[in-house]
């Protein structure tokens, strides 16, 4: 700024992690519910189904699923499905998934059932049935 007191700082490992332990019915093209926030540094925005990217950049983005019927769940941007992020959940397992992708600020990340059919999201114990972390790495 004028009194040459501006700095710069970087948004590089700011992190998001949430989770849900609610059992719920996705229906196709749905987003999960992630009701609980573990850790938020760095300004995300944390709405029940999706997250919003505080800046633009490149971020790590682990996420599972636990279903109690099979299907196909995927993390999408925008509303768009992001390349290579589709996985397929059933019986129960936990089914994760790492991936790096570019992010504009801004941008709304979620997780969402890619099945023609509706899934049922539980890890049939009570447990963790969703999580979603992301980390922005530069």
């Given at each position: 700024?004028?009194?040459?007191?501006?700095?710069?700082?970087?948004?590089?490992?700011?992190?998001?992690?949430?989770?849900?332990?609610?059992?719920?019915?996705?229906?196709?093209?749905?987003?999960?519910?992630?009701?609980?926030?573990?850790?938020?540094?760095?300004?995300?925005?944390?709405?029940?189904?999706?997250?919003?990217?505080?800046?633009?950049?490149?971020?790590?983005?682990?996420?599972?699923?636990?279903?109690?019927?099979?299907?196909?769940?995927?993390?999408?941007?925008?509303?768009?499905?992001?390349?290579?992020?589709?996985?397929?959940?059933?019986?129960?397992?936990?089914?994760?998934n790492t991936?790096?992708?570019?992010?504009?600020?801004?941008?709304?990340?979620?997780?969402?059932?890619?099945?023609?059919?509706?899934?049922?999201?539980?890890?049939?114990?009570?447990?963790?049935?969703?999580?979603?972390?992301?980390?922005?790495?530069?």
């Open positions: 700024d004028a009194s040459g007191t501006a700095e710069w700082r970087s948004m590089a490992g700011t992190l998001f992690s949430g989770y849900t332990t609610i059992n719920q019915v996705v229906p196709f093209g749905g987003q999960v519910l992630i009701s609980n926030v573990q850790v938020n540094t760095g300004g995300y925005t944390a709405l029940p189904t999706a997250i919003i990217a505080p800046a633009t950049g490149v971020y790590k983005i682990t996420y599972g699923v636990a279903s109690t019927s099979s299907g196909s769940m995927e993390v999408s941007v925008n509303g768009v499905t992001a390349t290579g992020t589709t996985i397929a959940v059933k019986n129960s397992a936990l089914v994760s991936v790096m992708l570019n992010l504009n600020a801004g941008d709304v990340v979620s997780i969402r059932n890619s099945s023609f059919v509706p899934l049922t999201i539980s890890d049939g114990a009570g447990g963790t049935a969703v999580s979603l972390n992301i980390e922005k790495l530069q």
